[in-house]
Each structure stands twice: as structure tokens, then as C-alpha cells.
T-cell receptor, first 115, second 111 residues
Framework: GAVVSQHPSWVICKSGTSVKIECRSLDFQATTMFWYRQFPKQSLMLMATSNEGSKATYEQGVEKDKFLINHASLTLSTLTVTSAHPEDSSFYIC???????????FGDGTRLSIL | ELKVEQNPLFLSMQEEKNYTIYCNYSTTSDRLYWYRQDPGKSLESLFVLLSNGAVKQEGRLMASLDTKARLSTLHITAAVHDLSATYFCAVAPNTGNQFYFGTGTSLTVIP
């Protein structure tokens, strides 16, 4: 149980394009979803927290107009990196949980490479 | 600023040896989690610690939580090569919805 599916796994695209990453909870309802970014050999950095049906809460230093988050249902959240540039290249990981004290369940991550 | 620090950052140890990884945090929290990450992979949940004095064990790994000291430990007993990975602790403050990760400990077990 508690499976989180993230899509795509790896994407390479040219600078200036927008990239959408999907995060789905397959067998539970995720009241809260989280988006993280991880640079090589570093820890995970929380980018934003999203609750279904409301606007995402972004961490300090994360541009909300660049990283658009939509949490339209209890099983789906999307992260769109708009006008991506090489410095946005990173490993993006989503997670989801069903309740406040429940552990977060992580997707397999999306490796984003911007040329 | 909330800090979650792990010690050590890198650890290389021989098989069959024991060692402890420490996770210190700077906020009030009764919820601490341990995760494992293999290279190029996402995170795998290891332990969920939800109260002061909580101790959980799975195989060669044992985790504990001291909320008063704001300290969690991950103890490795008789290490084997399969345990080589990066281990993260994560803290959920008692207020708010966020989740903060430690710096990570990269463990290499040498045959």
C-alpha cells in the first residue's frame, strides 16, 4: 500500500520550455503533497506544500511564478517548471501523505535536465 | 531558522562492525522519520518515531528518539554491504505542515 507514482522519470529539454511533472497517490487519498528538489550529493530541499483545493505554500526563495503547483484532486498534484533554464536541472521528488502524523510516501523522482 | 543536522556526513565502515548515526534538530517535534536513499533513486521509509523514547528495530537497524534532547539515533549492528546507501532523518515540527530533512549520511560498508 501507499504507492506514489511520479511521471516522467527523466526529461531532457531545451532552455526556455516548460515542463510538467505529475505526482499521483495510487491507493490512498493524499490530503497533502510536497515537492522537493535535490541537487547531486545534497539533501532534499522542500520547495512547496500543497493541500487539495487550495493554493500551495512555497518555501522562502522558491519562485511561485516559476514553479507552478496544482493540487486539483486528492490523488494528483502537478509541478510545472516554466521557462526552464539549465540551473533548474535537478532531481525533483514529490511525496504525499494521508494525515498529519502519517509518514510521507515518496515518488520515484523526476530527473530534469535542461540543455 | 530550523536546522536538522546529521553526524557524520560520510561514513565508511567494515562489515560486521557497529556504528551510530546522529540526528539533531532545533525545533519542538514529536515526529521524526528515517529514510534510505540508493543512488539515483527516491526515498524509502525506514522508521516512523512518534513519541519521546520511541525505539524501533528492523533487521540490523535500530532507531530511537529523545524529544527532550531533540536527538534521534540510527544504530547499525553488524553492518553488511547491502546497507550501503544515504540515510536521511526528517523532522516534522509540532506546528505547521512541513517536513525538514537532515543533511544526510552517506554510508559505505566495505567487505
Amino acid at each position: 500500500g501507499a504507492v506514489v507514482s511520479q511521471h516522467p522519470s527523466w526529461v531532457i529539454c531545451k532552455s526556455g520550455t516548460s515542463v510538467k511533472i505529475e505526482c499521483r497517490s495510487l491507493d490512498f487519498q493524499a490530503t497533502t503533497m510536497f515537492w522537493y528538489r535535490q541537487f547531486p550529493k545534497q539533501s532534499l530541499m522542500l520547495m512547496a506544500t500543497s493541500n487539495e483545493g487550495s493554493k500551495a505554500t512555497y518555501e522562502q526563495g522558491v519562485e511561485k511564478d516559476k514553479f507552478l503547483i496544482n493540487h486539483a484532486s486528492l490523488t494528483l498534484s502537478t509541478l510545472t517548471v516554466t521557462s526552464a533554464h539549465p540551473e533548474d536541472s535537478s532531481f525533483y521528488i514529490c511525496s504525499a501523505r494521508s494525515g498529519g502524523s502519517q509518514p510521507q510516501h515518496f515518488g520515484d523522482g523526476t530527473r530534469l535536465s535542461i540543455l | 531558522e530550523l536546522k536538522v543536522e546529521q553526524n557524520p556526513l560520510f561514513l565508511s565502515m567494515q562489515e560486521e562492525k557497529n556504528y551510530t548515526i546522529y540526528c539533531n534538530y532545533s525545533t519542538t517535534s514529536d515526529r521524526l522519520y528515517w529514510y534510505r536513499q540508493d543512488p539515483g533513486k527516491s526515498l524509502e521509509s525506514l522508521f516512523v518515531l512518534l513519541s519521546n523514547g520511541a525505539v524501533k528495530q528492523e533487521g540490523r537497524l535500530m532507531a530511537s528518539l529523545d524529544t527532550k534532547a531533540r536527538l534521534s539515533t540510527l544504530h547499525i549492528t553488524a553492518a553488511v554491504h547491502d546497507l550501503s546507501a544515504t540515510y536521511f532523518c526528517a523532522v516534522a515540527p509540532n506546528t505547521g505542515n512541513q517536513f525538514y530533512f537532515g543533511t544526510g549520511t552517506s554510508l559505505t560498508v566495505i567487505p
